[in-house]
């Protein structure tokens, strides 16, 4: 599995991850699979009930070699509610610190400096190594770095896959000036890939055969093929896990990328950012 620089933290992560929304623990097999292909890069979140508990038996006797990622979600985001939710998040995963800890979704809920501050808090308490942040425009993303005073944000989590390139425009762009790593969720687009005889799916499967690949694969190279760029997708299934593994360490060509351009046509213009 190919790895990269994570962000500004300097460590080396696999670039294609595994999410963990909506797991049951018939996922557990598929996960230890996933880690011992490399995926090692977990996304778990408090919102996804049950799964820390089921990502806690996979890390178990190997908490090293496992790069965490958590969230909180924007209701308990509030400066006390944020270092409660990371101690329980802790608990349920069985371990004493999380590689990054993020803030699932901007909200009203509570003011973002008050989160920041308490993050900035589990850093200094080692409970936390770094800051992120999931599904922020780039106004908001620069609110949140405003608001810390002494760490940086290391990581943006957003929407991206083959239907949904919006975040090309402006947000990659932007993240990459500051060396904040995008990781693309849904990145099969929840399940709802580009199957059968359209257009979309002829032209990845006519890529996928010139590499040996699958098109899934195809979309798990694209998704991921810049250095800021990482993927995570979700898959209970053995036989998913091992073919998501195979979508980094070749190369799609400049007729590889013209063609997915003109099948999944990229952003012209700004637009709002796109949420699951
Ligand atoms: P996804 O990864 O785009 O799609 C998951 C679906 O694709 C599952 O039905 C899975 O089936 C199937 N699949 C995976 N690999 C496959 C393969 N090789 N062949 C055929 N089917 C395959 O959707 P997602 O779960 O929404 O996104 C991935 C992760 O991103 C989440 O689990 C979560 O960790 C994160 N996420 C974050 C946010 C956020 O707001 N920050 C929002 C959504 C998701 P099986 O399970 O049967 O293998």
């Known amino acids: 599995m190919l790895t990269r620089e994570f962000g500004a933290t300097g460590k080396k992560v696999s670039v294609i991850g595994q999410g963990t929304w909506a797991i049951k ?55 006390r509610g944020t270092l409660r939710a990371c101690e329980a998040s802790l608990e349920r995963l069985n371990t004493d610190y999380l590689d990054v800890y993020l803030l699932h979704w901007w909200s009203g809920s509570h003011p973002i400096a008050e989160t920041m501050r308490a993050m900035e808090e589990l850093v200094a308490a080692g409970k936390i190594r770094y800051i992120g942040v999931s599904n922020l425009d780039v106004e908001q993303l620069k609110e949140a770095q405003k608001a810390l005073t002494r760490e940086g944000i290391v990581c943006n989590q957003v929407l991206y896959h083959l239907r949904s390139r919006g975040v090309e425009r402006r947000l990659i762009p932007y993240c990459e000036s500051q060396n904040i790593a995008v990781v693309g969720y849904s990145p099969f687009g929840q399940g709802d890939f580009p199957l059968g005889s359209s257009k979309q799916a002829k032209a990845l499967a006519a890529i996928a055969q010139r590499h040996g690949k699958t098109p899934r694969q195809v979309a798990l190279n694209f998704l991921t093929r810049r250095d800021s760029l990482f993927a995570i997708p979700k898959a209970s299934n053995v036989e998913h896990v091992r073919e998501n593994a195979g979508g980094t360490r070749w190369q799609l060509t400049t007729e590889d990328l013209k063609l997915i351009d003109s099948v999944f046509p990229p952003p012209t213009k700004d637009e709002p950012l796109e949420t699951a």
């Open 25 to 79: 623990s018939d996922a557990r097999d598929a996960l230890e699979v996933g880690v011992q292909l490399g995926m090692t890069h977990i996304d778990t979140a408090e919102m996804y009930t049950g799964a820390e508990e089921i990502v806690r038996q996979v890390i178990r006797n190997r908490r090293n070699e496992i790069f965490l990622v958590s969230k909180v979600v924007p209701s308990n985001a509030s400066y």
